[in-house]
């Protein structure tokens, strides 16, 4: 498993689902590489990408 919803990423990392679409909007993380937009429009979180941002 590799893309979460911002509801599972808030529960596993710790951060507020506010705190993690503040980091979309401000382009800490990036579409692509940190999470992506599923067809249906919603936002999914890339864990190894989370994982990789966390450590640089």
Not at 27 to 56: C, E, Y
Request: glycine residues 8%.
């Amino acid at each position: 498993m590799n893309w979460i919803t911002i509801k599972k990423c808030s529960e596993f990392y710790g951060y507020t689902e506010e705190a993690i679409r503040a980091k979309i909007k401000k382009g800490q993380w990036v579409i692509d590489q940190h999470f992506t937009k599923a067809p249906d429009g919603r936002i999914l979180i890339s864990i190894k990408g989370v994982n990789k941002w966390i450590v640089s």
